[in-house]
């Protein structure tokens, strides 16, 4: 091992005697920590001697003279200098650490010229780096978060790593004598080599290995076990309530907060556990260590604990809820937990608890607004909400309902489930099981005189009849509908069993709504390749993200929605009493001026806020529209 060699080499220069390399070797192992920073920290040798000795034995270039170095480059005064220099020498500190420390120089100005000295490269990001897994495969994880570093690239040979301390030259001896390679060096910022571990080798990573590592006999067993049998080899309510477990899912729900995710899958397969989280709708491997699988049944249970589930119960599916502070600020968890073939499947959804949204947030477009103002001042009718799971319809409406909620009128929800509460609105859970559907909870809220109602959503005749009934006594009611577009909502409740004249007279309007993502604000770009997009998009200018640290390299931040809104206008009811098809009402809509989910799309793809890609994955051009109910 390195460790020895270090000692012997102190020995032969006579820096140290040999009962003082034991001591601090014994100390090493007991903290955990590098030899030479023992060495260090023992005052048995200057961080200088130690690093020139080293340098001399890996023929390395030594550079003694780093504070000069600094001040003839201009970047720092000889009197910080000094002082810098004193406060090493009095804390027994390598120079350059106390100079970062003391922020005399900046990281990277500091890095670069470290690596002119020493002659090697110098990256100042990571991000754009593609590491290969079958590096990441080669290299595990408790080596990397053990040295601090990053492997790049293996040619041969010779492995290239991303290090952010050259002082640390064991390092580079420790790695070629462990993994086999010769080792090239890359200086890069401390976060840079952190951001790049995180991606590679997952969240949490670090709390994995340390609580892997704790007891290598007990793992060891572990992995000896058949994996069949890896929920009975531990005492699942007591690791779930170990510190390091606790922090595990801390961090997972922590990092998925600020990832701005909407939830947070845990899948158990044979050899691994995949960690995903939604972002603006479309799901990220978060890359866990495989070693992760034998904490999963831990993890559950303590998901288990916080949201007061049965820990014990594993062969059924449950559903619980939790409220919890990460980072000062409440979210709502709702989990979802169901067994799989190799273990428990958890889907945690996040929520904020309070939902602080405007009309304008969610989107809607001034021409759009005004209509919508309109709808929400009529003292009657429907307005149906459309568009696919996911599609943001009850955000919408929480939305109306919000900025309808005035102390003169009594607003009342019936859903399932009740996704967020919203301040002095009555809000009821639907429960099929005992009976308390979409319609009798319909039923029994009419005897509480509400003005306007939330059916969360209408799928069946009963619900329906009862919901447009409902308006034409004198209420206002808002619902959704399953359907792909505006104009298909009409033949939806046609198809469901309403008389045409009841849909004529009740029904305000149908909206249909999509999500698309936001072209992240910091890093929009203007795209130079229009000509080769399909026509709507290439007559104004276009843009897109091109990936930057707030985005975490996506090119999209957030979502917005598009809509299409069509008013049952007079020349509209006259097509419903006739029955006509979602293309015929869709026609004349579009004559009397209805913009369709495309043309919305387009616009804001003009307006800079979203791209082409986005418009065309959540939309059908004009011809392909289809007049089916989604399935
Ligand atoms: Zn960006």
Known sequence: MARKRIGELLVDKGLMTREQVETALKESQRRGELIGKTMIRLGLVSGEQLLQVLAEQLGIAFYPNLGQLLVSKGLASPQQMEAALRESQRRGEILGK?????????????????????????????????????????????????????????????????????????????????????????????????????????????????????????????????????????????????ASVIKLVNQLLSEAVTSRASDVHIEPFRERVRVRYRIDGILYDMHMPDEMRYLHSAIVSRIKIVSKLNVVERRLPQDGRA???????????????????????????????????????????????????????????????????????????????????KEAVKVVTIEDPIEYELGGIMQFQVKPEIGLTFAAALRSILRHDPDIVMVGEVRDLETAELAIRTALTGHLIFSTLHTNDAASGATRLLNIG??????????????????????????????????????????????????????KSIGYRGRTAIHEIILLAPEIQELILNKASAAQIRQRAKALGFRTLFDAGVEKVHMGITTPEEVLRVTEPEALVSAQPVS
């Open 98 to 242: 106390t100079i970062l420390r003391m922020g005399v120089v900046a990281e990277e100005q500091f890095l670069q010229v470290l690596a002119e000295q020493l002659g090697i490269t110098f990256a100042p990001s990571l991000k754009e780096v593609q590491v290969a897994d079958q590096l990441i495969k080669v290299v595990p994880a408790r080596f990397v978060l053990h040295y601090k570093f990053m492997p790049l690239e293996l040619k041969g040979t010779v492995m290239k790593v991303a290090v952010s301390d050259p002082m640390a030259v064991w390092v580079t001896e420790d790695l070629r004598l462990n993994l086999g390679y010769d080792i090239e060096r890359v200086l890069a910022p401390e976060k840079e080599i952190q951001a790049a571990i995180r991606r590679y080798y997952g969240v949490g990573s670090e709390t994995v290995e340390q609580i892997l590592t704790r007891d290598v006999a007990g793992r060891e067993a572990r992995e000896a076990q058949d994996l069949a049998k890896v929920e009975e080899i531990e005492d699942v309510t007591r690791s779930a309530d170990d």
């Open 323 to 405: 409220i919890i502070k990460i980072q000062e600020q409440q979210v709502d968890l709702r989990i979802s937990i169901i067994p799989g073939l190799y273990g428990e499947n958890v889907v945690i959804r996040i929520l904020p608890v309070e939902l602080l949204l405007t009309l304008e947030d969610l989107g809607f477009l001034p021409s759009e607004l005004k209509m919508l103002q309109a709808l929400m001042q009529q003292p009657h009718g429907v307005v149906f909400v459309t568009g696919p799971t996911g599609s943001g319809k009850t955000t919408t409406l929480y939305a109306c309902l919000s900025v309808l909620n």
């Open 498 to 551: 309403i008389e045409p004249y009841l849909i004529a007279s009740s029904v305000n309007a149908f909206i249909s709504q999509r999500l698309v993502r936001v072209i992240c604000p910091e890093c929009k770009t203007e795209r130079q390749d229009r000509d080769l997009l399909p026509e709507p998009f290439r007559h104004a200018a276009v843009s897109y993200g091109k990936g930057c640290d707030a985005c």
